[in-house]
């Protein structure tokens, strides 16, 4: 996984999950990016889980990248489902 992928705003739509509506994007057979850019944010990314049964740990991730203030949007490729937040530590650079 490396690079930067852009996001572009009409390909946003919504996923529903635990009780959360999240930015979602499908970017299909493409390679996974370390970083989205969306709406002149940087998204960095935090985890990956499979896109069956991701509904029962997602709403735990998400909580708690909320409850630091970071702003998750999800990435489909392939056949699983990318976490990505704004103010995370970018994997390979240390902790902050």
Do not use: C, S
């Not at 909580?63 to 994997?91: C, H, M, Q, S």
């Amino acid at each position: 996984m490396e690079g930067v992928l852009e996001v572009n705003p009409d390909h946003i739509e919504t996923l529903y999950a635990g009780g959360f509506e999240l930015p979602y994007v499908q970017f299909g057979e493409a390679e996974p990016a370390l970083k989205l850019v969306y709406g002149g944010e940087d998204y960095w990314y935090v985890r990956t889980l499979p896109l069956r049964g991701y509904g029962a740990v997602m709403p735990r991730h998400i909580r708690a990248l909320e409850a630091e203030g970071n702003k998750p949007i999800l990435a489909r490729f392939w056949d699983r489902i990318y976490i990505y937040a704004t103010g995370v530590t970018p994997i390979g650079t240390g902790k902050k």
